[in-house]
């Protein structure tokens, strides 16, 4: 019988996850910094903080997507909790599918479950998180 992941455990994988990718976007922007001082691409203060915006955006869209469309149907957070992203027949869910599921993750945050454990981005992506 396939047990759905509850909210509680969603939330706290979702924590993980942006602690894992803060630090990496951390890591990140001082890699720019350094770049743009040696190099003052930038002379503008205006676009100084662009790049390091748009890298941090697409470091988060590809980290839950390659995640969790890759074998291991998770991200970070919902490997250590002992979940997975599947599709509706509860097989690996595609590149397509995992970008779908990011990008309406932003406009469903807080949306109640249904009964099979899915939040809204779930439902519009055709995906389930289940226990392992």
Wanted: with cysteine; charged share 15%; aromatic share 18%.
């Amino acid at each position: 019988m396939v047990k759905y992941a509850s909210m509680k455990e969603r939330v706290y994988s979702f924590i993980i996850d942006i602690i894992f990718i803060s630090g990496l976007s951390f890591i990140l922007g001082m890699i720019l910094s350094l770049i743009n001082l040696i190099f003052n691409f930038f002379d503008s203060s205006f676009y100084k903080g662009w790049p390091c915006i748009l890298l941090s955006i697409l470091l988060i869209w590809i980290y839950f997507a390659c995640m969790e469309s890759s074998k291991y149907q998770a991200t970070l957070g919902k490997k250590i909790l002992g979940l997975k992203v599947t599709n509706l027949k509860y097989r690996r869910i595609t590149f397509f599918q995992a970008t779908q599921r990011f990008i309406f993750k932003i406009f469903s945050f807080g949306i109640k479950l249904n009964n099979k454990g899915q939040a809204l981005h779930d439902k519009f992506s055709n995906c389930l998180v289940i226990k392992e």
